[in-house]
């Protein structure tokens, strides 16, 4: 199982969601954020429910993990793959988005995000 971690840069809770994409075929997501700067919390949407709820968490030591490990411990089902192609080019497919998310406090914060094939 190939994993893809990567520090991603969040808005205040007063700014835009920001957009996270696949970098790879991805069956597994881990989130959770990081505790390099001062934690405000997350506000995130999913791709499990079309990006409709918002759901909060507040900082704890627990990762948010997508799907449920305890269900699919090696795999699961495919959440969303990486760019295909060329842009412009006919067979061109846009990476997918997996996770919106944004600080759930007035300062910007950082998310360690890990997807897992």
Do not use: C, H, W
Not at 70 to 76: A, L
Not at 99 to 116: C, D, M, P, Q, Y
């Amino acid at each position: 199982m190939a994993s893809r971690p990567r520090l991603i840069s969040l808005n205040n809770n007063a700014g835009a969601f920001v957009s996270i994409a696949a970098t790879g075929p991805t069956r597994q997501l881990s989130m959770m954020e990081d505790e390099s700067v001062t934690t405000q919390g997350l506000q995130i949407q999913t791709i499990l429910d079309n990006f409709a709820a918002t759901y909060v968490f507040s900082f704890g030591s627990e990762p948010v993990l997508i799907p449920d490990t305890e269900r699919y411990p090696n795999s699961g089902p495919i959440l969303g793959l990486n760019v295909q192609g060329v842009s412009g080019a006919f067979n061109f497919r846009a990476a997918d988005t997996l996770v919106k998310a944004r600080s759930n406090g007035g300062s910007g914060t950082t998310l360690r995000f890990i997807e897992n094939d």
